[in-house]
């Protein structure tokens, strides 16, 4: 099975830097994706790991180290529009996705 | 262009009722799911069908069956609707195991 633990709330300023951590424990690991759900909308793909490192993708960047069972997804240069909640989601051998509760972005001006 | 469709969006019923909640993909995925995501916004996933072939079957209770006629649709029924079934479901789609799309979800309210 999985357990992922991420961060419940994180409040920035826009213009500002966030990371959101996840850890996780799994069987089989075989993956870790991270998807933006604004609320009352459907989540989104942002990026996916599977080896080692960084991954950058314009203001988005997310990192793995599967030694430590552990990801973290970058958030640049903050807009308004990037308030959401950020679901951190682990594959596993069988191809199931699993999600973490979600960690509630609030960009302030 | 809609990639992933669902209906209807919301669904409004009583207790011991059935329904059924429809979702299709235009992206030529091979790979659908739903998932439901319960008041605390946990996300879970409930069944996956490859190629019309179910793959994923999650502890979910007899009552929902999962239906796909062909590798576009993934129709979703519950029968003896709950108050627990409260929640909204989403239907997505991928290829090869890899990034999700997921349709706009269906909110059920059961009362």
């Known amino acids: 099975g999985q357990n992922i633990d991420q961060p419940t709330e994180m409040t920035a300023t826009e213009g500002a830097i966030v990371q959101i951590n996840c850890t996780y424990q799994t069987s089989g690991f075989n993956g870790l994706f991270w998807y933006q759900q604004h609320a009352g909308e459907a989540p989104t793909f942002l990026s996916y790991n599977v080896l080692d490192g960084l991954e950058e993708k314009g203001r988005f960047s997310s990192f793995l180290s599967r030694s430590k069972g552990y990801s973290y997804l970058l958030l640049k240069e903050l807009q308004m529009k990037d308030s959401a909640s950020y679901l951190c989601?682990?594959?596993?051998?069988?191809?199931?996705?699993?999600f973490g509760a979600g960690t509630t972005v609030t960009v302030r001006a | 262009d809609t990639a992933v469709s669902q209906t209807p969006k919301y669904l409004v019923t009583q207790m011991g009722n059935d329904k059924s909640i429809k979702c299709e993909q235009n992206?030529?995925?091979?790979?659908m799911y739903w998932y439901k995501q319960d008041s605390k916004k946990f996300l879970k996933i409930m069944f996956s069908?490859?190629?019309?072939?179910?793959?994923i079957n999650e502890t979910v209770p007899n009552r929902f069956s999962p239906k796909s006629p062909d590798k576009a649709h993934l129709n979703l029924h519950i029968n003896s609707l709950e108050l627990g079934d409260s929640a909204v479901y989403f239907c997505?789609?991928?290829?090869?195991?890899?990034?999700?799309?997921f349709g706009p979800g269906t909110r059920l309210t059961v009362t």
């Open positions: 989601a682990v594959r596993d051998k069988s191809y199931k996705l699993s």
């Open positions: 069908y490859n190629n019309k072939e179910l793959i």
């Open positions: 992206l030529g995925h091979d790979t």
């Open positions: 997505a789609s991928s290829q090869d195991y890899y990034e999700q799309y």
